[in-house]
């Protein structure tokens, strides 16, 4: 250290030397590519120190000898030039952008950036702005429908719900298939950290959502095993390589302050179509205790139903006792046993001097659309760069709150960074970010309904247990929903009222993100760089789950506090050598060192009764439960790229990392990653016509990649419990349910990538294809053993995944036009076929994720990945449903089948950017064809009769089929042997409820084709003219309004019909594997938004 | 150069410090969990064991009870092989820690715990054979040995049986030696050699009855176990599990006290049950039972007829319930409102009421004080529906009866009525045993609701007691004395759905019959079951799909077919 010290003394020493003056040079410094003025370029007299800067307004002025001066004007990002002074006085420049990028220039593995002319592998590389002002805080979601290969899905419409990322296809069973993130060099834990079930609340984040789009400078997707095997076993998902614009070292010119303010409302994207016809009832007569719409006739359509029957089945006296068209008050009348046990009381105005409920009403309500308000996202952010010839500075901040649909829901996030680099005189280069971020969540329960209804979980009071499908004629929004005596729920069942809930169960998150990074860079030779970079990626959350006593779910109340913390620390040492052996042939040779190691620490407090309603803290408790526990792991790696380049045309990469996890057992914790690359630009070796084709070069390469197991899968411990005897507290020991295994492996996915980049007709045309091929095996799977084995699942290596694919990145030109009209239109292609090659001894594994042991996702051999496992009819031989000849329904079939694929067949984005003068629009529209759903909303609100298609329900109904044995599972025969149709009638009611057509019967009627096509992005801006800023707003360097929206429309046309369902929606947390249900969850969101950018 | 040299020096020296301070990175020795431990003691293990036997006796205690028309449990036999998979894979999970224990003890050292171990073993796996019949035993629970055995053979329940009876004996040979340390955690037995030696030989009384017609030497070895005692035989000694009125940090109060907070319905009692128990004035009655309404629905009211028990079974509405009633209470002419109020408040279903549940939680009669722990409801007591009634939600500290000493009374009547060979006086056997559960029914109201329950007078018993042994005198054979005594076993089986079922299964007893007053049979199902009457439980569909020895049990034993071996009835019944 005090030789560093000793030589920075020494460099300064000389800087001070005083050298005589001669003659003044004066100019001005300007940009080649717009004209505009350039601070703090370096104007050096060649062969000395004397140096000088331009100033804010580009102006510059240097002593130079009287003779044979150069001056040298450098700029970083830009190419330097020399000139000789001569005898001017005044030297007027314009620099250029550095020759050596204008190739594009991609941020690729362990951040070597690399010419994209001379990679051997798809990559995708999507500036910042492509993400911003788009109305959408989520920087994933920001990203969906824009990049081949990439497979995004959004959770649903709360406000910092998960997201979900897959690229290429899943690699893994029931391990992550999400891919690394890594921002400015050191990896950025996008974990989910789920601490309770996607029944209890389906808004947990995945920890990505701490990125703030507007700070994002640039987002590389490596998508293939090569183009991220130096990542080795993190690599096997693919890479999302960020630069943010605080760790840019991308230059800027001069002092830029940059504002930005965005402003968008958010509104429930649809609502289904309800039927306003028929009661709260079952079997066409009223019930004031039910949930389902299959009572008798609204008074108001009893006319019209009657007059269309010929007679008068209905009545609009509801109740013998109560006026015509009415009915008694549901939350107090006797009829309504569990009202009338607990609120005669507390609302005796709705109660008669008879003891009766008073008379309401009997009228639908807009139940959904009174529920939900209308939310707004509001973002504001200001970036500083000042760049100078030797040091950058980048400082930006931001917040960004998004208020939700739901009462009381809402997140908000502030993000500060700054960071730099400077070359210092000794040529050592530092750079160096860091960034602070603060998220906060907040959300009313918000478990999956379809647990509170029927998958046999506790929902915690969800407040979307009954929402959607509660009865037409309750009056949600007017009813009291809550005690006015004491605060606690009112509800006409034992459920929890879900504006009780919204106003008073909340889930709040807190998270506080630290990231830095500093990187030393030093080039001892021409041909010699050495790199040492670390970083330190930190984060704590504070989660809290408060349930207020006076609840159905929890009567007494409860307080959960957990507080969680992930560390990642991360080191790369980094040399490489460059040798040009000729004119045409050079090479590169890498060698790093990357030691890791990440933390995991949580700790979590419940405590139970709540003392007070009004004080909801963990003090204000009468007992508490506490737990704590703490993981670490590391990981280190060895790796080594060796590059060859022959005249510019032809590249050849190889590269290996041998890698040692602490998580595996120690025989087998060493492992390889080898990979081989070659790319072939043909168009720059063939004499091709230029004005046909610009561009051509061909790609193929081969890796390994791959990953180990989470800690602590190596040897099975014992669990520590408690078990209470007669109210006392006995301390146990007990084996867990889950075997580890002592001989644990890592993963290994190897994939070959062959791929093609063209342009056309003057870059009219650009094709970038791609088609892998990669195959995942050994996979650490949690196998289902049989439980006489004393274990319920055990650890181990089983399995081989298949995905082949093919991307297809297509940019079509159809306009540029002299007065500057430009269409340019981008195409999105994806296309994977997965395949389960092997899911281990037993050939299957049954995931679950809907808590019913006979339905959710499988692997099973021969199949694609993740397929949907469910209940079915039995059918006979000709494929026709056989129906039970004592009830006309459907027989079950004895065991559960395959009823659905969830995966997409392709997935196609479409970007349309039309710029004309100063305006641009931008229109993204993305496809996802195929796929199935099994949606529990549609089961719901056709078994609770609320849709508008189940309005027809006076003719009796006959499921189509012929009659079958329940017993033999086998078609009834007449006497004449053949089968014998079933002309059972039945009500709407019958048809749709117990062991029907609805959620209640066979789960293979509940499932669709998702296919959609959405209108997910559009943005029309404009930009004030430079030359009216100059006469009117001097102090703005550029203004850019616009207007956007978000998630506009969609169609889903095999979804069912009046159901208005976003099938876009996870099944579960961003990191699950369990994919293709809709469980009930938040409905997906429609912004429009306006925009402000202004630079000054 | 020599600023060269410095530079190249330093930048140097900074990587080694950066390699030096992340040196401890390559430390790769990381991996014991620092969370859990690598081994468990037997005084860990051993709660966790009795709770495994517990759970043995609760696993489908509802359903049993449904089985033989005590609640609306499974009581239409729908069952399928993914009925029983939950039961069978925690039943396997939690039998882990008694194999933990007897492995754990196989050096000898520690011989008490071995013996407790043994009796559990032979408690809880008697249980499940009775359920599942043939299932895995010699080779399971091998997950973890030295050589790992994750696909089990099946043993046949008869072979498993005799094991779990030589259990049963080597159980008493380690208790009676020396422990060197103190037994610590056991909550059944305290620790107590004499206690556990008991329970052993009860255990392997209950074994022998219920195998006995299966096995060639079961009437022999039942006598002489008999002949044998050391078996619980007086109230003292019952071996009963306890809840508590423990709400927090974790609740601890009986399962079907959960009603009571609120957010669980209860599920539907029988009415035969009920009905029978006011027509026979039992004196349980109020302690069985809680009701939550005095209202009757009206029939003229759309919601209240929506609301009403299925097809004429609604008790204060159903003619013969009230004619009958009418006759025990001696009521010439009307019935008075309050007795018809009262009687509303006995709101439950028949046998096999498969009809869609309405929204009725707060008119269903709910558990009471036994062995709920609940409260007490006799006539004085207001009907109150229990939702939102804090006041009411204040006890829990119910039990579970393992294995009492009216069981093995009832066990020894049976012996004897059923020729085995056992000897005794069985009336007086059967007059003791129902005195015995009536007393522990009345101890845990006045425990759990002293402030509302109050003991039956001797005279109220004393008179419930003579009219069944009058039923008991009016039977003329021995086997139709054995189905008064079983069905006076029903009326005690309210929670012990495991030793009716067995019973119900060993002997057809008792028979299907009337509901109406002093009926010594059962009714029969009120709309007609899917599948006949349960003679074991269908064999869980994934260890058919997981263990490639399950798979032929799931294909080929019928649950409603196949008995298990001990059961030579074969029960079923007649719609």
Sequence with gaps: MRNLLVSMLFVCSLCATAWAQERTITGRVVAAEDGSLMPGVSVVVKGTTRGSNTNADGTYSISVPATGAKL?????????????????????????????????????????????????????????????????????????????????????????????????????????????????????????????????????????????????????????????????????????????????????????????????????????????????????????????????????????????????????????????????????????????????????????????????????????????????????????????????????????????????????????????????????????????????????????????????????????????????????????????????????????????????????????????????????????????????????????????????????????????????????????????????????????????????????????????????????????????????????????????????????????????????????????????????????????????????????????????????????????????????????????????????????????ELGTELQFFNNRIGVDLAYFDRTSTDLIVTRELPRSSGFAREVTNAGKISNKGVELGLTLVPLRMANGLTWTSFFAYTRIRSKVEDAGPGGEIFLGGTGLSALGTIFRNGLPYGQILGSVNSRDDKGNLLINPNTGLPIPAASSQIIGDPNNKFTLGWTNTVSFKNFNLSVLMDYKAGGSIFSTTAASLLLRGQLKNSEDREGLRVIPGVLGDPATYKPLLDEAGNTIKNTIGMSAFQYHFTDGYGAYGADEVNVYDATVVRLREVSLGYSVPKAFLQKYGKVFGSLRLSVSGRNLWFYAPNMLPGLNFDPETLSNFADSNIQGFDLGAAPSTRRFGVNLNASF | MKIYKNVLRSVLLTGLIGAASSCNYTDLDINTDPNRPATGSLGLLLPVAENAAVSAFGAVNSNAMGFAGLWNSGDSYNLSNTSYQGTWNTAYQSLQTIEEMLKATEDGKNPRYRGIALVLKAYSVGHYVDMFGDMPYSEAWKGNATTPNKSPKFDKDADIYEDLLKLCDQAVVELAKPQPIAVINDYMGSGNATTWTRIARTVKLRLLLTSRKGRATGNADLKAAFDAGGFITTAAQNWTYLYSTQISPERNTHPWFITYTGTSDPTYINHQLMGEMILNKDPRLPFYFYRQTARILDQNNSTDRGTTPFGGSYLPLKDSFLDEYKKAFNITGAIPAADLTYIAGFFGRDRADVSGAPADGPLRAAPGAYPAGGVYSDRSVAAVALTGQAALNFGGNGQWPLINSWNTKYYQVEAILDGTGVTGDAKALFEAAMREQIAVVVAQGLKSDPSRAKAPATAEVDAYVAEWLKLYDGATTNQSRLNVVAKQIWFCSWGQGMDIWNLQRRTGYPIQSQFRQFSVGIQAPISKPPRQYALRLPYPQSEGALNPNASKFVTDVIFDRDAIFWDKVKTKWEF
């Design chain 1, 72 to 752: 040298v004007f450098s700029f970083v990002g830009s190419a330097s030039q020399e000139f000789e002074v001569g005898n001017r006085s005044s030297i007027d420049v314009k620099l250029a952008n550095d020759s050596k990028q204008l190739g594009e220039v991609i941020v690729t593995a362990v951040g070597i950036q690399r010419d994209k002319k001379a990679l051997a592998y798809a990559v995708s590389n999507v500036k910042g702005d492509l993400l911003q002002q788009r109305s959408e805080p989520d920087p994933l979601r920001a990203l969906s429908g824009k990049v081949p290969g990439v497979n995004i899905t959004s959770g649903n419409g709360a406000p910092g719900s998960g997201t979900r990322i897959t690229i290429r296809g899943n690699n893994s069973f029931t391990g992550n298939n999400q891919p690394l993130f890594v921002v400015d060099g050191i990896p950025f834990d996008n974990s989910v950290n789920s601490t309770g079930g996607y029944n209890t609340n389906t808004v947990t984040t995945n920890r990505a959502y701490d990125i703030d789009p507007n700070n994002i400078e640039n987002m590389t997707v490596l998508k293939g095993a090569a183009a991220s095997a130096l990542y080795g076993s993190r690599a096997a998902n693919g890479v999302i390589v960020i630069t943010t614009k605080s760790g840019s070292k991308s230059a800027r010119k001069g002092l830029e302050i940059n504002f930005n303010s965005s402003y968008s409302v958010e509104n429930v994207s649809t609502v289904p179509d309800y039927q306003n016809t028929y009661t709260q009832g079952s079997n066409q007569t009223y019930n004031g205790g039910f949930i389902g719409n299959w009572g008798t006739v609204f008074p108001a359509e009893v006319d019209r139903v009657n007059a269309a029957l010929g007679f008068d089945r209905y009545s609009k006296v509801i109740d013998p006792d109560f006026p015509e068209g009415t009915i008694p008050h549901p939350l107090v009348d006797r009829t309504v046993a569990y009202g009338a046990a607990r609120y005669q009381t507390a609302f005796p105005e709705l109660l008669q001097a008879n003891g009766r409920g008073i008379a309401v009403p009997l009228v639908p309500h807009d139940i959904i659309g009174g529920f939900f308000r209308q939310g707004s996202v509001f973002e504001n952010g200001i970036q500083i760069n000042s760049t100078g010839d030797k040091t950058s500075l980048n400082a930006s901040v931001s917040r960004t709150k998004n208020v939700g649909i739901i009462p009381s829901s809402f997140t908000d996030r502030t993000t500060l960074s700054f960071g730099g680099n400077a070359t210092l005189n000794n040529k050592v280069n530092v750079a160096g970010s860091v960034a602070y971020t603060n998220t906060n969540q907040q959300s009313p329960q918000s478990g999956a309904g379809y647990y509170a209804d029927y998958g046999g979980l506790a929902s915690a009071g969800s407040i979307y247990g009954r929402l959607f499908y509660l009865p037409r004629n309750f009056n949600l929004s007017e009813y009291p929903f809550e005690n006015p005596v004491d605060g606690s729920n009112v509800f006409y069942r034992a459920l929890d009222n879900p504006y009780w809930t919204a106003k008073n169960n909340l889930y709040n998150s807190g998270v506080n993100r630290v990231y830095g990074n500093m990187t030393l860079n030093y080039d001892p030779t021409s041909w010699l760089n050495l790199t040492v970079r670390g970083g330190l990626n930190t984060y704590s959350e504070t989660r809290k789950n408060v349930l207020r006593p006076g609840g159905s779910f929890q009567p007494l109340g409860s307080v959960q506090r957990q507080d969680l913390t992930r560390t990642e620390i991360d080191f790369t040492f980094l040399a490489t050598a460059s040798h040009e052996f000729s004119e045409r042939f050079s090479a590169k040779l890498l060698v790093g060192f990357n030691p890791n190691q990440r933390n995991y620490s949580e700790a979590g407090i419940a405590g139970a009764p709540v003392i007070d309603p009004n004080v909801l803290t963990i003090g204000g408790t009468l007992n508490q439960n506490a737990y704590d526990f703490s993981s670490q792991r590391r990981l280190y790696g060895i790796f080594s790229e060796l590059t060859l380049d022959y005249n510019k045309f032809l590249y050849l990469t190889a590269s290996v990392r041998n890698d040692h996890s602490s998580t595996l057992p120690a025989a087998n914790n060493s492992y390889y990653y080898p990979s081989v690359a070659a790319s072939f630009v043909f168009s720059d070796v063939l004499n091709l016509p230029k004005n046909i084709i610009n561009f051509g070069k061909l790609r193929a390469n081969y890796a390994t990649v791959g990953k180990d197991a989470d800690p602590y899968q190596v040897n099975t411990a014992y669990n520590l419990s408690r078990t209470f005897y007669n109210g006392s507290a006995i301390s146990t020991a007990s084996l867990p349910s889950q075997l580890n295994n002592v001989g644990l492996k890592p993963e290994f996915t190897s994939e070959v």
